[in-house]
């Protein structure tokens, strides 16, 4: 018996072969530096809604939130386009962005979010991925398409308001300029609370997390406790900041979270350098980001990525992913480019490129810890200069706010956290107390990191521990402390090609721990060193190879 076919069946099933070549092709892409990631921009209608024309009044006295939120909801039913904001100073409340709405801060526009705490509703919001009370955001935006927050002026939290003090970031000038002005010292004497609202919501456990048999009214006796984040845009999709700066935020200056097709261009975040939780941009859980010419300081981490904390990351299950930085530039942050801590979603395909970070406490930064769970793997980094950094030039670790490591081997679940599949390569590092940190776990090696061509010049060199397949490819470790230049505990699978160090070294490698093995060393001049390689902690002398 023949088979055969209609005109119209062959058509349908050769369109059924292409769909599912598609969605084949659409799971399977592949990025790379010739196939960076990209995103879609919005797009906007010419029509201009002034907030003049709305009743707001220009100086800095007349609360403006009322005039500017009408001005953004006319603009967004009426089929979108720019809600401007003039230039000269605009005093207003809470702000939220409708559909279809380009929020243009004007040259010498300057936004000033009032301090007036009672203007930010006690709303459900979000915690490192977790239900929280938080003081509705400065600026907010939910569920959207089509967005914009851009020109060259200024927005401005009022943080300072919001934010707790510690002691010991400031002069003693400042401190007691502090407490006149108002505001509650802890116990301890220490720290400086904005109200007895916030002191009463800092003494509490784990208040931050939303507790499912109580309400919002639960938590109004500590509702300043709560500091928003200046700029929440959530669930979003074609999201666009460019050229504006941002400052002074109450908590996290940028969060975006959930969104796709997000592209940041040009903008520029100021806090100050003691801001507590004072980061500077957080991407949590976002798909398809570019990220471009921008500049941050920070009072916390500066350009971060996230996905969800804990279990409630992992169920969530929503990665960060392709995703492109560059030109970018961090002054003061705890770190410059970060992933984590809270990256139990998961973070890939991100691709780093061009930027430089001044003055920051770590350079590139990945940290995170047991009971996060998530995957960060496929991470591309290139053409990186520091300088001046005060720990860690680039570390990678798994002990992320423990006091101490702790030894032993703990059971392998869906909470252990894994790091693979780094590319690091043409790294300069002018001034750091230590030029690489790797620490994994005993249970879950850190594995898959290729550095080449990385210069660093810094206090020690190298710290390699429970690591795994790390090769470094013409690394220069140029340490004032050569004792050793290179410590590995229980590194397995080590490649070291072409290793360039300060001169005359007491000591070049220190090789720990019964587990490491397939240590090589090759193209290495050692002819200037005080003593190749010392053993201790069980290490084999067969665990190193020089070549």
Known sequence: ???????????????????????????????????????ELPTFKKDTFNIISYGAVVG??????????????????KGGGVVLIPKGEWLTGPIVMKSNVNLHISDAAFLLFTSDKNEYKLIMGDYEGHPSPRNESP?????????????????????????????GKQTESEWASLIANGGVVSANGKTWYPSQSFASGATMKEEEIMKPSKSLKDYEDIKDFFRPNMV???NCQKVLLQ??????????????????????????????????????????SCKDVVLENSTFNAGDDGICVKSGRDEAGRKRGIPTENMVVRNCMVYRAHGGFVIGSEMSGGAKNIFVTNCIFNGTDIGLRFKT????????????????????????????????????????????????PQFKEFYVNNIVCDGAAKGLLIRGLPEMSIKGIHFEDLELHSLKGA????????????????????????????????????????????????????????????????TSVGKTVEFSNGASENSFIKK
């Not at 592209?263 to 806090?271: L, R």
């Not at 996060?372 to 002990?399: C, H, P, S, T």
């Not at 992320?400 to 081997?409: E, N, R």
């Open 1 to 39: 018996m023949k088979f055969q076919m209609t005109l119209k069946q062959i058509s349908c099933f050769v369109l059924m072969l292409m769909i599912l070549d598609l969605g084949i092709t659409a799971q399977t892409k592949k990025y790379s530096w010739d196939n960076l990631p990209t995103a």
């Open 60 to 77: 800095g006295k007349k609360l403006n939130t009322k005039s500017i939120n009408n001005a953004i909801s006319d603009c967004s039913l």
């Open 139 to 167: 600026i907010s935006g939910n569920d959207l398409v089509n967005i914009a927050i851009t020109g060259n002026g200024t927005i401005d939290g009022h943080g300072e308001v919001w934010r707790p003090m510690s002691k």
């Open 232 to 234: 929440v845009l959530n």
């Open 243 to 284: 050229n504006t700066t941002f400052k002074n935020s109450p908590g996290w200056c940028l969060h975006i979270l959930l969104c796709k097709e997000l592209t940041i261009q040009g903008i520029h975040v100021n806090n100050n350098w003691n801001a507590q939780n004072g980061d500077a941009l957080d991407i949590e």
């Open 369 to 416: 810890t047991r009971g996060r769970g998530g995957v960060v793997e496929n991470i591309f980094i290139k053409n990186i200069k520091m300088k001046d950094i005060v720990r860690e030039a680039v570390l990678f670790d798994m002990y992320y706010a423990v006091k101490s490591a702790k030894t032993g081997v703990y059971p392998v679940t869906d909470a252990t």
């Open 463 to 526: 710290e390699i521990v429970e690591a795994e397949d790390i090769s470094l490819k013409n690394v220069s470790l140029f340490s004032s402390s050569t004792n050793p230049v290179v410590f590995i505990n229980n590194g397995t699978n080590i490649k070291v090609e072409g290793l360039k160090y300060s001169s005359n070294p007491e000591l070049l490698f220190s090789v720990n721990g019964e587990k490491s093995a397939q240590i090589k060393v090759d193209k290495t001049d050692f």
